[in-house]
């Protein structure tokens, strides 16, 4: 069984009676120990994506639809009282900014030890002695002294270590980490994903890893998802992905990397803005940006096809593949799954 | 901690010394305190002798050097009308006005920080929006209007508590008359800190909410509900203390204010208290205790919001006192 199967989910934000939708049919799963990671440019649903499989959205923000499910159990229909029980127990995040993220009127003991006692019945004393033990596999020096010390007496790097020793106190099945590495430098940031690699080596965890640097994706993730205005629009093995991109977005976001222009060259960059909430364009998001775009495009939405290595939504593809399939009259052609919006999963 | 105090106290002091020169500056010009001390029969050459006796007749700057010199000895001069030191006579008070001050400060902290939490963390509950209602109606109704209303109320209409007076007091080591050790001491206090809890309230519940508000949607607060933490503990533990700290700032200046201004309360209850002493020190330009009752209040503002820096510096640990001197 999948540890995490994501069916369908449709996250709205409802504000002022007008309906904004951030994910639209999103599906995927997850293995145990598997690292996937979830790309695309800001604004693109993936934060979203992150924090509404625990259902941690923010008011106006509310499932609107589908499902989440932990092997069995369903998360989006769980009240408080249940998602407390699989929150940071089961499931656990790590946010973007290591210095918005801790308390900083509680010391680093009191926020870590809250975490293990609210999931278990055990002494203050006990509870401690894991948390200094987890300080030290993060690879904070003397984690006693750490232990009684407060935030701001700790470095952006040293602070994340601690998150990420917080998300390790009860070896969760699965971390979701938001952007861990963006607000912190370049030399911390390799460290830092390195630790979270080993982490979750170590520990056999999954992780989902949202992130808008190819470059951290490719070192981390064995799978990878490529969103674009609240869908998922190509999904394939890292390392396929990378050397072989389908769809017009990945191909773009892949030249964009400064690696793939020669010096003294203009960046390559894919022209225009991701759409607003209230703003998406008709049949499929991307068409306004996409140099391949067809009249086609504009009206419909594209089936999520699998092509044997990746799945793509894109007619580009799906028309390669179809002629590929009469041309050599071969019917093997296995459609794995396919999710539109209009047929839901056939 | 002690090099704090210390600068402190250096800043402290030169804060009352520029007190020192309003509320001296004024002396001479609330009208001439001799009219006011003798009758219309005594002659003008008493009256010029009275003058001198005075030092009325010196230059501004050797009376305010006479001042402060009195002043630094803890005498502050006689008071026209009661012919006592105006010092003593303040001091006599200020258990009345303290007392009054801190039941206000009590209902306040009992009801707001409740209130506000609440209407934080249901911004949209009918309580929420009736507790946010009574707020904008507490900041707009002016406190005499308050005060009339409960005396009209509960006095006259119904009988259950007293409108003016402090009742029985008992003395507390023979300086300080209570009146909250005393059935009718306390029956007495309860409409005027009622009356006067009434004007702070509005402010801390808004501040609260609002404050509370935006803790929650921090950082912080998302990370500590993806470790599964109680809702209780998010909000009590993380959110609260993270609230209170601009609460703690802002408190101790409205404190040092209500301890100044229970002037309009007083007024209405007829409560003895310093801000009733200055408001007849006022009509009658009695100057010497009006001098010093300023100085005394400056001195209660100075003292309240160095207490507070103190207060903030233990319970914000990202504040250093050492470094944070001024």
Request: aromatic share 8%; hydrophobic share 45%.
């Amino acid at each position: 069984m999948n540890l995490l199967t994501v069916n369908n989910l449709n996250v709205s934000f409802r504000i002022k009676g007008i309906e904004l939708a951030a994910l639209i049919d999103v599906s995927f799963t997850l293995n145990r120990g598997e690292r996937i990671a979830i790309v695309g440019e800001s604004g693109a649903g993936k934060s979203i994506l992150g924090l509404s499989i625990v259902n941690l959205l923010d008011k106006p923000g509310y499932i609107k639809s589908g499902s989440v499910k932990l092997e069995n159990k369903e998360l989006s229909k769980m009240n408080t009282r249940q998602l407390q029980e699989i929150r940071g127990k089961r499931i656990a995040m790590i946010f973007q900014d290591p210095m918005m993220t801790l308390n900083p009127v509680l010391t680093i003991g009191a926020q870590l030890v809250e975490a293990i006692r609210s999931h278990t019945r055990i002494s203050f004393k006990d509870a401690r002695n894991i948390a200094i033990e987890k300080l030290h596999s993060v690879q904070i020096a003397s984690p006693e002294r750490r232990f009684d010390q407060y935030p701001h007496e700790l470095s952006g790097g040293m602070r994340q270590r601690v998150i990420i020793a917080s998300v390790l106190l009860l070896n969760p099945d699965i971390i979701i980490a938001d952007e861990p590495t963006t607000a912190l430098d370049v030399t911390i940031q390799a460290e830092i994903i390195q630790l979270l690699l080993d982490v979750c080596h170590d520990n056999s965890m999954a992780l989902i890893l949202i992130s808008h640097d190819l470059g951290v994706v490719s070192r981390v993730a064995e799978r990878t998802l490529v969103m674009y205005a609240g869908r998922i629009v190509e999904e394939a093995p890292t390392l396929e992905l990378i050397n072989d991109p389908q769809h017009p977005y990945t191909q773009g976001l892949l030249n964009a990397l400064p690696q793939m222009s020669l010096p003294g060259q203009r960046l390559n960059q894919i022209r225009g803005n991701m759409p607003a909430l209230n703003d998406r364009p008709s049949g499929c998001a991307f068409h306004p940006r996409c140099p391949y775009a067809t009249q086609k495009c504009r009206t419909e939405q594209p089936n999520f096809i699998y092509n044997g290595i990746s799945s793509v939504s894109c007619f580009l593809v799906e028309d390669m593949l179809e002629e590929e399939k009469s041309e050599e009259d071969i019917d093997l052609l296995d459609i794995e799954y396919t999710t539109s919006h209009d047929e839901g999963q056939a | 901690m002690l090099a704090f105090l210390f600068r402190r106290l250096i800043q402290a002091f030169f804060v009352m010394l520029t007190i020192s020169v309003i509320s001296f500056a004024i002396q001479g010009k609330l009208g001439d305190p001799v009219q006011q001390m003798v009758g219309m029969t005594v002659s003008p050459a008493e009256r010029a002798h009275l003058r001198q006796e005075l030092g009325l007749n010196d230059s501004f700057a050797v009376q305010y050097w006479h001042f402060l010199k009195n002043a630094a000895h803890g005498n502050f001069g006689i008071s026209y009308y009661y012919k006592k030191p105006v010092l003593d006579l303040i001091f006599e008070r200020m258990p009345a006005t303290l007392e009054l001050a801190f039941c206000a400060i009590i209902l306040v902290a009992i009801f707001a920080t409740p209130f506000g939490i609440y209407a934080a963390i249901r911004p949209r509950s009918l309580l929420s929006r009736l507790i946010m209602a009574f707020s904008t109606l507490g900041l707009s109704v002016p406190i005499f209007i308050v005060g009339i209303f409960l005396v009209y109320v509960f006095s006259i209409q119904l009988h259950m508590a007293p409108s003016f007076g402090r009742g029985h007091t008992v003395d507390v080591f023979g300086i300080w008359k209570s009146g909250l050790f005393t059935k009718s001491g306390l029956h007495h206090l309860m409409l005027p800190s009622i009356t006067l809890a009434f004007a702070l309230m509005p402010i801390f519940i808004r501040l609260i909410r609002s404050e509370m508000m935006e803790v929650l949607h921090s950082e912080y607060i998302r990370f500590a509900w993806s470790k599964g933490l109680s809702t209780n503990r998010i909000y009590f533990i993380h959110a609260l203390k993270n609230t209170m700290l601009p609460v703690i700032t802002v408190g101790g200046i409205q404190a040092g204010t209500l301890i100044a201004y229970t002037i309009l309360t007083e007024t209405i209850f007829q409560w003895p208290g310093m801000g009733f002493l200055f408001i007849d020190a006022v009509s009658r330009v009695d100057t010497p205790l009006i001098s010093a009752y300023l100085m005394v209040v400056g001195g209660i503002f100075v003292t309240t919001n160095t207490v507070v820096d103190l207060i903030y510096g233990l319970v914000n640990p990202t504040v250093k006192l050492e470094n944070h001197g001024l």
